[in-house]
Each structure stands twice: as C-alpha cells, then as structure tokens.
C-alpha cells in the first residue's frame, strides 16, 4: 500500500466524511423545503376544491329552494286559447300557487270550442297535428271555432336524459308569454320538427331557432326564457293539474295520455290520422250542443253519416 506524501492533495477519510454529512444535511433540507412547498400546495388545492363545493351545493340548494315565479301571461286556464284570424286571448299570468281560471265557451255563440292537451314528444300528438292542424287553423281563422292548446311535459324522462318534453313545453310557455299570437305557429313548428321518443331530441339552440323561424318575437326574451327554463315550475305544476284532474268543462275526469281532445267538452276518441272522421266528430258535438239551425265550422266536409260515438 502506498501512502500519500507531503503533497497528497487527496481529501483524507475525516474530510470525506464531513463532506458526506454536509452533504447529507443539504438533502435534508432540499427534502424538507420540498415537502413544506407540496403541503402548501396541497393545502390550497383542497381549499379550493373545498370552495366549489361548496359553491356547487349552495347553487343546488337554492335552486331548491328558490321560490317559483308566476306562470306565463296568456295562460292563466293552464292553456292558450286563439280565436279568429289566429289571434290570442290575453290574460294575465297565473301566479305561484294559485289556482288556473278555466275558459268559458259561449253555447249561445255557436264557436264550436276546441281544447288539445300535448306533450311535444308525443309521436300521436305529432300524428293528430300532422292530420287536423291544417283544418282546424281553417276554422279558427274563420271565426267557427276556438282551440285551446294545453302543453304538459308527461314524457320529460324519455329522451335519453336532456328532458325534452320538459324543455319544449316550456318553449311554447315562453312563446305564449312574449309573442302569443305566434304561438299556433310554433306549435305546428315543434310538431314537424319532432324528434323521435328515446332520443336525446332538440337541443335548445335547435329549439330557438324552430320558434324563430316560426316567426315568434322578441326572439332576445324567448331565447333567454328558453335558456333560463323561466316557466319550469309552471309546467311542472300544469301537468300535474292536467294529470290529477278534473278537467273543467268536459266529461274527463283527468288527463291519462296525450293527446287528450276534447269539443264541447266531449273527447274524441277516433282516428288521428283520418280528418273526415275528426271533423264529422267536431259537427256531431257542436249539433249536440247547439241547435241545427246554428251553423256549425266552415269548409267542414258534411259526412255521409254520423258515426256512433
């Protein structure tokens, strides 16, 4: 074995074990500063996830508990009612809690009265719309005939998760609230733009753009109504009217499906998709209700016979 000499400049055994220490101990500290740093982090990144939680329970709970707003206007029997040259009657909005004013036909007038109760993904409703839009417009127009369309959201858990049927009804609210006299229009509008059942349906952009290109306006409030869901509670709180009845001014006892149609207060239980037998139905109601010599609705193809109801 050799040893180092005088001018060895190797480091001895003593020096390389202080350097280890030292060595050592800045580690220690590097760790330390590191795992003081980390924790910070950590710390912060818990409080803001702690935040939003936070935030996001606060925004559930007062959704929940947030009080509901009035109805829209022009629906204040849970309904719409248009008479001649399409035009809307108004009435002021149904407020919270209280309870809808039913529409009054007038037996002396001799209007033949009309009321629909849909569900916009209804594929009948789309069926029986397809079939008598067209002719009860022709009488509506005219004067012969009145017709209330009820929305109610009976399927809101058939389209794949984005309530659909909910979202639509409350579309047609928000049309009813700010353009009324558009709103036989986008009815016709959502019907032939119905999506299938089960499916995800309309997005509300989609939406919005079938009730503007309707013609219903201010389309700044509609879109913004639409987005908000501004009449959720009322539609929520229609159709449970509608389901747990009665329906006034008819002999229905409660709404047990769409489309529920009634004429004089008489259902039609008939074809959907014949428009002679709905309209022999119209002119054996209103003769039922009316005397002969009233007339009865205009351009009304006179059936050959009445069928039995």
Not at 108 to 129: A, H, K, M, N, T
Request: glycine fraction near 8%.
């Amino acid at each position: 074995m050799t040893n180092g000499g005088p001018g060895d400049s190797r480091p001895t055994r003593n020096e390389r074990r202080e350097a280890a220490r030292e060595k050592a101990k800045a580690l220690r500290e590097q760790q330390r500063k590191k795992d003081r740093r980390n924790k910070v982090l950590l710390q912060g990144g818990l409080i803001v996830v702690a935040i939003a939680i936070i935030a996001g329970v606060g925004l559930i709970i007062a959704q929940a508990v947030r009080p509901p707003g009035p109805g829209p206007a022009n629906m204040a029997s849970d309904g719409i009612v248009i008479g001649e040259g399409m035009t809307a009657q108004t009435t002021a909005a149904l407020q919270p809690d209280a309870t809808p004013t039913p529409s009054t036909a007038d037996p002396e007038s001799g209007v033949v009265d009309i009321q629909i109760y849909v569900d916009y993904l209804c594929p009948f409703c789309g069926q029986f719309e397809a079939t008598n839009s067209e002719q009860i417009a022709g009488w509506v127009n005219d004067g012969a005939a009145t017709i209330e369309i009820h929305p109610v959201a009976i399927l809101t858990s058939k389209s794949a998760g984005t309530q659909y049927s909910l979202r639509a009804a409350n579309a047609a609210a928000c049309v009813a609230n700010f353009s009324p006299d558009s709103f036989y229009a986008v009815n016709a509008a959502l019907f032939a733009n119905q999506p299938e059942e089960g499916t995800a349906g309309l997005s509300n952009d989609e939406i919005k753009k079938v009730v503007a290109d309707a013609g219903a306006a201010p389309t700044s409030s509609i879109d913004k109504c639409i987005d908000d869901m501004q009449f959720k509670s009322w539609v929520v709180d229609a159709t449970d009217r509608a389901l747990a009845g009665p329906i006034p001014n008819s002999d229905v006892p409660s709404i047990t499906g769409t489309p529920t149609v009634l004429v004089n207060g008489k259902q039609y239980t008939g074809s959907l998709d014949d428009p002679n037998e709905f309209s022999a139905f119209v002119l054996q109601a209103a003769g039922e209700t009316y005397s002969t010599s009233t007339p009865s609705p205009t351009d009304t193809p006179a059936p050959e016979s009445t069928p039995a109801q």
